[in-house]
T-cell receptor, first 115, second 113 residues
Framework: NAGVMQNPRHLVRRRGQEARLRCSPM?????VYWYRQLPEEGLKFMVY????????ESGMPKERFSAEFPKEGPSILRIQQVVRGDSAAYFC?????????????FGPGTRLTVL | QQQVKQSPQSLIVQKGGISIINCAYE??????FPWYQQFPGKGPALLIA?????SEKKEGRFTISFNKSAKQFSLHIMDSQPGDSATYFC????????????FGTGTRLTVIP
């Protein structure tokens, strides 16, 4: 049973480029969360999605950041016109459908470096 | 605003000793409190979790103690081993509605032989 998968594991972008991060949840999981971790800091919530729906995006910066979880395929976190301050590790987590406890399982992360 | 406060920031323990990490939270609506272990370059891995209907939960060498009235919970690692050296994060969330996790700032544990 594969865990949460994220790709790419490392991504280097120049300022002004776009970064596209992908997340495939665990089999049977329909809830996806994105978190950002700055060096030497804890994880900060960004967005919570279910299939084709954004449930909570209160942690997302208002500009340049967007997320989707289409009916088919992985969840995508998209960062447009990246800046150096976007350099961080981005983690995706998934959890089972509602009804159980909120056990979130994390992927290995994508480490974004903006030059 | 840091909704979950964690201490200490770093901890050094002798092999065989007890590691204790403490967390405090503000939001009384939180009803799920997990601990995550993270090794360098890896994602956080769920270690153990507790709900507020119990005051303690033990799994192997790992124990969570929970004090609802004080809004505090802690992780105890008994018989600490060098392989336990990692960063530990406490977290909290609500089970209904917006149930994203609020993380503490992490504790870097080093277990020396």
């Amino acid at each position: 049973n594969a865990g949460v998968m994220q790709n790419p594991r490392h991504l280097v972008r120049r300022r002004g480029q776009e970064a596209r991060l992908r997340c495939s949840p665990m089999k049977g999981h329909s809830h996806v969360y994105w978190y950002r971790q700055l060096p030497e800091e804890g994880l900060k919530f960004m967005v919570y999605l279910q299939k084709e729906n954004i449930i909570d995006e209160s942690g997302m910066p208002k500009e340049r950041f967007s997320a989707e979880f289409p009916k088919e395929g992985p969840s995508i976190l998209r960062i447009q016109q990246v800046v150096r301050g976007d350099s961080a590790a981005y983690f995706c987590a998934s959890s089972p459908p509602a009804g159980g406890y909120n056990e979130q399982f994390f992927g290995p992360g994508t480490r974004l470096t903006v030059l | 605003q840091q909704q979950v406060k964690q201490s200490p920031q770093s901890l050094i323990v002798q092999k065989g000793g007890i590691s204790i990490i403490n967390c405090a939270y503000e939001n009384t609506a939180f009803d799920y409190f997990p601990w995550y272990q993270q090794f360098p370059g890896k994602g956080p891995a769920l270690l153990i979790a507790i709900r507020p209907d119990v005051s303690e939960k033990k799994e192997g060498r790992f124990t969570i103690s929970f004090n609802k009235s004080a809004k505090q919970f802690s992780l105890h690692i008994m018989d600490s081993q060098p392989g336990d050296s990692a960063t530990y994060f406490c977290a909290a969330s609500k089970q209904t509605g917006a149930n994203n996790l609020f993380f503490g700032t992490g504790t870097r544990l080093t277990v020396i032989p």
